[in-house]
């Protein structure tokens, strides 16, 4: 392809542009051997595991931000300060280091918290994916999916990767997950965004994990 995937803003394209970046056609969707060779490129469809770190070493990790080592270093100016005072003043170090403990521990239950999202959007992950290939609608494994394919979407559905809509009906996208809206987001093909928006503001684009609620795409 022209442009590496991963550098392409498509939200920011017509639907039309998203497609010739693609080097795909909306007719027919990608040939079998296209999407072959596709996926010894890019790999499947899939979140990658990474390797799990425990909890105690998450925990120690924290302690190598750069604003905690100042705390850190101020406190043990602090307690250095007192003794040379002649007094061995332990309230300011103490506090400082308890601030920075109980920093570090609200950080690691973050992070452990993230991971548990992660890992249960691994679980909503759509099996199977309704694709155009070689001009034909047929059902595959979601893992088998290739930049360039043409997903068909309709209410009911686990959305099988992120994707850029060309053609859209009353779709709205169940993304509480991501954005924090408790309501549905509306989609339109026809929608083209600013490359700064954030996710929540990508009304041309669905992501994987997420529900169709309404219509189809």
Avoid: W
Wanted: aromatic share 6%; glycine share 10%; hydrophobic share 45%.
């Amino acid at each position: 392809m022209s442009k590496p995937i991963a550098e392409a803003k498509f939200y920011a394209m017509t639907a039309e542009a998203a497609v010739k970046t693609l080097q795909s056609d909306e007719g027919r969707g990608l040939s079998g051997s296209e999407a072959k060779k596709r996926l010894g490129v890019y790999g499947e469809n899939r979140l990658q595991k990474g390797k799990k770190t425990s909890f105690a070493k998450k925990f120690m990790l924290q302690f190598g931000d750069f604003m905690v080592l100042i705390l850190l270093i101020a406190s043990a100016v602090s307690f250095a300060v007192s003794c040379m005072q002649g007094e061995a003043n332990l309230a300011d170090p103490l506090l400082i280091l308890g601030i920075v403990i109980a920093n570090a521990f609200v950080g690691t239950v973050q992070e452990a918290k993230a991971e548990r999202a992660l890992e249960a959007l691994r679980t909503l992950s759509a099996p199977h994916a309704d694709v155009l290939r070689d001009g034909k609608r047929a059902v595959i494994s979601a893992e088998a999916l290739v930049p360039g394919d043409v997903v068909y979407i309709r209410a009911g559905d686990v959305v099988p990767a992120d994707l850029r809509l060309l053609e859209s009906v009353h779709l709205q996208a169940e993304e509480s997950a991501l954005t924090g809206e408790s309501v549905p987001s509306g989609k339109s093909a026809n929608a083209v965004c600013d490359e700064a928006c954030g996710a929540a503001e990508r009304k041309n684009m669905l992501f994987s994990g997420t529900g169709i609620s309404a219509g189809q795409g």
